[in-house]
């Protein structure tokens, strides 16, 4: 996170301020919401994670199509969730072997459910939880100017909800 603080046009090919660069939303959203005049909708990874299914009910009821699919029992699954391998060699070849079967596995999900539970058992474990309050804090300040404008640029299209992040600036 450090090294992002250096000027941005210093660095274009840099990964880690190309990363910064992507999180400086006002500075591409401008254009968006000028091109569209209003009729753009900006969805947070926040009310994602909070209720996606009130999301997605949004969404259609915001492109005036029918919701109601998701006013029934339908469960929403991570089944790609980030976790650590023990073996990188395991990781690697078993990798391999998704790429090569990735038709198969397509065209059989069950079968590819069962061949990545076995993968997990033995060669998953959890990513450990972390205390990133010195992270989010650095990354609060790296992107207060960023924010500011983000939310300056939002209320001044109408744009309302905004996540708390977003709410002090």
Not at 90 to 109: D, P, Q, S, T, V
Not at 113 to 124: D, H, L, S, T
């Amino acid at each position: 996170v450090q090294t992002c603080a250096l000027p941005i046009y210093n660095c274009l090919d840099d990964p880690a301020h190309r990363a910064y660069r992507e999180g400086c939303y006002a500075e591409y959203l401008a254009d968006w919401l000028e091109i569209f005049e209003g009729n753009i909708k900006i969805i947070f990874f926040d009310d994602i994670k909070k209720d996606i299914k009130l999301v997605l009910k949004n969404i259609c009821e915001y492109l005036s199509i029918d919701s109601s699919i998701y006013e029934s029992e339908i469960k929403f699954v991570i089944s790609n969730k980030t976790r650590n391998a023990k073996f990188k060699w395991f990781h690697l070849f078993a990798m391999w072997i998704n790429n090569k079967g990735e038709y198969i596995f397509r065209r059989n999900l069950s079968l590819k459910k069962k061949i990545r539970e076995y993968y997990y058992f033995f060669n998953g474990s959890n990513i450990k939880k972390i205390n990133l309050k010195s992270d989010i804090k650095r990354l609060d300040e790296l992107y207060a100017n960023e924010n500011k404008k983000l939310a300056i640029l939002l209320k001044k299209h109408k744009i309302e909800n905004l996540p708390i992040w977003l709410q002090n600036n």
